[in-house]
């Protein structure tokens, strides 16, 4: 069951290591009293403030994990300032994948701006060409 709460404070709280992937644990204090222990990649994502949704993993270690919205549906973003809203089929999924791939060889991990907005770019540029054959 998803619950929500308002951050009132965030303390580091050690790391982890699960599966081979090291993650920074932080202790977030909720308005309402509750403290929960979160797990992210870098820093913890959200701000004192913030409005939280998340899920309780495991009461007795008090550790718990925010909910992610799902973003397939949303729009995407051209340079271009179009719009294009589409919902993700398997094989836009696929053909996204690779273009990501791709553009992940020939730009490297050191560019991800170019990486991002090219893969949008030729996903748009493929994803128009399939559509006209």
């Known amino acids: 069951m998803n619950k929500t709460g308002k951050i009132t404070a965030i ?6 290591e699960i599966k081979g992937q090291q993650f920074n644990r932080s202790l977030i204090t909720l308005s309402n009293g509750e403290q929960w222990k979160f797990l992210s990649k870098g820093d913890f994502k959200k701000q004192i403030g913030d ?3 998340y899920t309780i993993k495991n009461a007795e270690y008090k550790n718990a994990s925010l909910v ?3 973003n397939y549906n949303a729009p995407i973003n051209t340079n271009q300032n179009k719009s294009i809203s589409m919902r993700a089929t398997t094989n836009d999924s ?8 791709e ?3 020939a ?5 991800r701006g170019s990486v991002i907005n090219n893969t949008k770019e030729d996903f748009i540029s493929l994803k128009q060409i399939l559509n006209n054959l």
């Open 107 to 111: 730009f490297g991990k050191e560019n």
């Open 51 to 53: 409005e939280i949704e």
């Open 11 to 16: 303390a580091p709280n050690g790391t982890a």
């Open 68 to 70: 992610v919205e799902n």
């Open 103 to 105: 553009n992940m060889q």
């Open 94 to 101: 696929i053909l996204l994948q690779v273009c990501y791939k």
